[in-house]
């Protein structure tokens, strides 16, 4: 069974850096996708950036581009976002995603249970 695993958020303060980790378990999507979301407190679930496992389809919102920035390790079975410059704003639980469509919009099978990132002033 396919499971997602979050690691690396934290409490950080305004311009430090963060490297979210999710590693996949069991049946992996080789074929797929991996997105990042995030969901700040009473706000809904926001898009944050996604890469195929093939190395294609990568792009990114435009509310982190420039700041955040999507890759894997294949040897790991782990996608990683790494957050720089974050701001109060980038406060919020991260997720990761995996499908097994391709292309730039996709339908997310499969959840990780979520990592906190809180960003203070």
């Known amino acids: 069974q396919v499971q997602l695993v979050e690691s690396g958020g934290g409490l950080v303060q305004a311009g430090d850096s963060l490297r979210l980790s999710c590693v996949v378990s069991?049946?992996?999507?080789?074929?797929?996708?991996m997105g990042w979301f995030r969901q700040a407190p009473g706000k809904d679930r926001e898009f944050v950036g996604q890469?195929?496992?093939?190395?294609?389809?990568?792009r990114y919102a435009d509310s982190v581009a420039g700041r955040f920035f999507i890759f894997k390790d294949d040897s790991k079975n782990a996608v990683y976002l790494q957050m720089i410059s974050l701001k109060p704003e980038d406060t919020g639980v991260y997720y990761c995603?995996?499908?097994?469509?391709?292309?730039?919009?996709?339908?997310?099978?499969?959840w990780g249970q979520g990592t906190q990132v809180t960003v203070s002033s």
């Open positions: 890469l195929g496992w093939s190395g294609n389809w990568l």
């Open positions: 995603a995996a499908s097994r469509g391709s292309g730039w919009t996709v339908t997310y099978d499969l």
């Open positions: 069991g049946r992996a999507f080789n074929d797929g996708v």
